[in-house]
């Protein structure tokens, strides 16, 4: 029998999001109490949680083979690991975060160039150390552990660089982004041995494609509903698939049943559209997985 796959699950902001993900693509993840070693309805796999600062190190060195972690601590740690999958997915929004450069808002400072000789205050230290260096501008990085927004605020730090995915905290603090260092997501990620070994290479293949599939099912739903056939055209006309829309015939009837699937974002505005058109008994469904 083959050894199960290590898998690290992000801790803090990310594991309930991550949870409910593998919840949608089948696994049934379990934290009791403290415990960083959940149970999953898989008896091939062995998760773990963990920071996702440290996931890609931990990824590297062998003792997770997988793990979900940002880009910008994959980019922070200078990790050797394997990308498997981008997955776009937070706790607050279904887009990729930003790490940002703040300053107060009636700060002189304007330009990257204007930071010579300040001092910036951080949790993603390395990279903005090196993201200065490659630029030829002398600026003092001091790691944060906290409260990063409050440093310069309180006349600790000239700027910060902080992720944000709305930039709702930054100006509730009193800043003003003036540049915008990178953008991060989640991504699935593996270390080159385990990559190399074909049975979790199949398995880490299969969380990623059901991880994918979950994601895109967040984003689409199905429409199903009754369309008279003299107003076929003018209903199959409004709406927008993957593929064209499947068409049955009723039982007996000159109706026909026409169901697709659609971006949930057109949704409230293509309804109203569908009825004027001469459809009838729509039904919006939630889809679990896209594959």
């Known amino acids: 029998m083959n050894p199960p796959l290590k898998i690290g699950?992000?801790?803090?902001?990310?594991?309930?999001?991550?949870?409910?993900?593998?919840?949608?693509?089948?696994?049934?993840?379990?934290v009791?109490?403290?415990?960083?070693?959940?149970?999953?309805?898989?008896?091939s796999i062995d998760c773990a949680i963990c920071r996702a600062q440290?996931?890609?190190?931990?990824?590297?060195?062998?003792?997770?083979?997988?793990?979900?972690?940002?880009?910008?601590?994959?980019?922070?740690?200078?990790?050797?690991?394997?990308?498997?999958?981008?997955?776009v997915y937070s706790k607050v929004s279904a887009r990729p975060a930003r790490w940002i450069l703040a300053v107060p808002f009636d700060s002189e400072i304007r330009t990257l160039e204007d930071l010579d000789g300040k001092k910036i205050s951080t949790e993603l230290l390395q990279f903005t150390k090196r993201?200065?260096?490659?630029?030829?501008?002398?600026?003092?990085?001091?790691?944060?552990?906290?409260?990063?927004?409050?440093?310069?605020?309180s006349g600790l730090a000239d700027a910060v660089v902080e992720v944000t995915e709305t930039g709702s905290t930054i100006k509730a603090h009193g800043l003003r982004i003036i540049h915008e260092l990178m953008q991060t997501n989640t991504q699935l990620i593996?270390?080159?041995?385990?990559?190399?070994?074909?049975a979790k290479r199949a398995k880490i293949e299969q969380i990623a494609l059901l991880l994918k599939g979950a994601l895109l099912g967040e984003k689409l739903v199905g429409l199903k509903m009754n369309v008279p056939k003299e107003r076929l055209e003018a209903v199959v006309a409004l709406l927008p698939s993957l593929n064209a829309p499947t068409v049955a015939h009723l039982y007996q009837s000159e109706w026909l049943s026409v169901e697709t699937v659609v971006n949930t974002s057109v949704v409230r505005d293509l309804i109203p559209d569908l009825l004027t058109a001469g459809a009838e008994g729509i039904i919006e469904y939630p889809l679990n997985k896209v594959v």
Not at 15 to 27: D, E, P
Not at 133 to 138: H, L, M, P, T, V
């Open 9 to 30: 699950i992000p801790k803090g902001s990310l594991q309930s999001a991550t949870i409910a993900l593998f919840k949608r693509s089948g696994w049934n993840i379990e």
């Open 190 to 198: 593996a270390n080159h041995t385990a990559w190399q070994d074909a």
């Open 131 to 153: 993201y200065f260096a490659e630029r030829k501008i002398n600026v003092q990085v001091e790691f944060s552990w906290g409260a990063t927004e409050a440093k310069v605020v």
């Open 32 to 43: 009791n109490g403290r415990s960083y070693f959940p149970e999953i309805n898989d008896t």
């Open 54 to 87: 440290e996931m890609s190190v931990y990824v590297e060195n062998g003792t997770l083979d997988a793990g979900l972690t940002g880009k910008d601590w994959i980019a922070e740690n200078h990790s050797d690991i394997h990308v498997v999958s981008d997955l």
